[in-house]
T-cell receptor, first 122, second 107 residues
Framework: QVQLQESGPGLVKPSETLSLTCTVS??????????WNWIRQPPGKGLEWIGY???????KYNPSLQSRVTISADTSKDRFSLRLSSVTAADTAVYYC????WGSGWRGLDVWGRGTTVTVSS | EIVLTQSPATLSLSPGERATLSCRAS??????LAWYQQKPGQAPRLLIY???TRAAVIPARFSGSGSGTDFTLTISSLEPEDFAVYYC?????????FGGGTKVEIK
């Protein structure tokens, strides 16, 4: 059974870079028809898709964040990472990693990490 | 960007009642719609994908319908564990987007 686990600093200073890692256990980042996503949820609000890295290494980002976001995968360690630069208080949120599956067609975001809270504050 | 509008924002019902949640897309998304359940302090959980296919181990009381721009999630008979927030999500066009959520609360 595939499991995802986010890790990284819980506190980031304004204007600095937020860096998170999602470790995949029970599965492989570099194989299969899977998209590895980052999604965030500000306190008391809804979900916002940040972007994904595909098993081939290609990426896609939300245009609203594209200038500040980098998502990459380390297939040797079965993990993928998020970097968000020039953060402000508006980037304070719970950050989730999630797997999107394409088997015989789209199968949704079927595996999620528990989420990690990141607060942007000096 | 495709906007998903969920209604109502809050649904107050009693256990055993039927819940009907709506999600409307700003343009056609075919059947590229999923529904998720989120409880406080937890990650979202996939319930339905492709508008009407139940994900693994999801009880049969959850059903989805619709295509194009109008979609519905129905919970046939609410169990105590079903009181939560529900989100729809589209995968037709980038960026992927979520609806604002419907909170199903105990009346």
């Amino acid at each position: 059974q595939v499991q995802l686990q986010e890790s990284g600093p819980g506190l980031v200073k304004p204007s600095e870079t937020l860096s998170l890692t999602c470790t995949v256990s029970g599965g492989s980042v570099g194989s299969g028809t899977y998209y590895w996503n980052w999604i965030r949820q500000p306190p008391g609000k809804g979900l916002e898709w940040i972007g994904y890295v595909y098993s081939s290494g290609s990426t896609k980002y939300n245009p609203s964040l594209q200038s500040r976001v980098t998502i990459s995968a380390d297939t040797s360690k079965d993990r993928f990472s998020l970097r968000l630069s020039s953060v402000t208080a508006a980037d304070t949120a719970v950050y989730y990693c999630a797997r999107e599956s394409w088997g015989s067609g789209w199968r949704g975001l079927d595996v999620w990490g528990r989420g990690t809270t990141v607060t942007v504050s000096s | 960007e495709i906007v998903l509008t969920q209604s109502p924002a809050t649904l107050s019902l009693s256990p055993g009642e039927r819940a009907t949640l709506s999600c409307r897309a700003s343009q056609s998304i075919s059947s590229y719609l999923a529904w998720y359940q989120q409880k406080p302090g937890q990650a979202p959980r996939l319930l339905i994908y492709d508008a009407s296919t139940r994900a693994a181990v999801i009880p049969a009381r959850f059903s989805g319908s619709g295509s194009g721009t109008d979609f519905t999630l129905t919970i046939s008979s609410l169990e105590p564990e079903d009181f939560a927030v529900y989100y729809c999500q589209q995968r037709s066009t980038w960026p992927l987007t979520f609806g604002g959520g419907t909170k199903v609360e105990i009346k």
